[in-house]
Nanobody
Framework: QSQLVESGGGLVQPGGSLRLSCAASRFTLNYYAIGWFRQAPGKEREGVSCISSSGGSTNYADSVKGRFTISRDNAKNTVYLQMNSLKPEDTAVYYC??????????????????WGQGTQVTVSS
């Protein structure tokens, strides 16, 4: 059973916005960097964004820079991904995962110990 739960996905028109949430059911996210990944049909899973445990450090894939914003509310044990100006190529299943460290150490899946089940994001007119 996944320890992380994503929500907020759905169908949106190009140019629209969605906010994804990642909540933990069995442990405290506060100590870990959290990454967002996505996987489109027929493609490999790719890292989208990451935020350090304190929220003081973030990074983004070039494909989403300037459109997506990652944030966290440690009091609510939740990490968010605000997605604006969505494009059809953003269509994918989005996953969150907890890094084994408190800082963002890259997007290799082996660096992440806990994963959610994913939430579908579809951008289409």
């Amino acid at each position: 059973q996944s320890q992380l739960v994503e929500s907020g996905g759905g169908l949106v028109q190009p140019g629209g916005s969605l906010r994804l949430s990642c909540a933990a059911s069995r442990f405290t996210l506060n100590y870990y960097a959290i990454g967002w990944f996505r996987q489109a049909p027929g493609k490999e899973r790719e890292g989208v964004s990451c935020i350090s445990s304190s929220g003081g450090s973030t990074n983004y894939a070039d494909s989403v820079k300037g459109r997506f914003t990652i944030s966290r509310d440690n009091a609510k044990n939740t990490v968010y991904l605000q997605m604006n100006s969505l494009k059809p190529e953003d269509t994918a299943v989005y996953y969150c995962a907890a890094d084994r460290n408190y800082y963002c150490s890259g997007y290799s899946p082996v660096l992440f110990g806990s994963w959610g089940q994913g939430t579908q994001v579809t951008v289409s007119s």
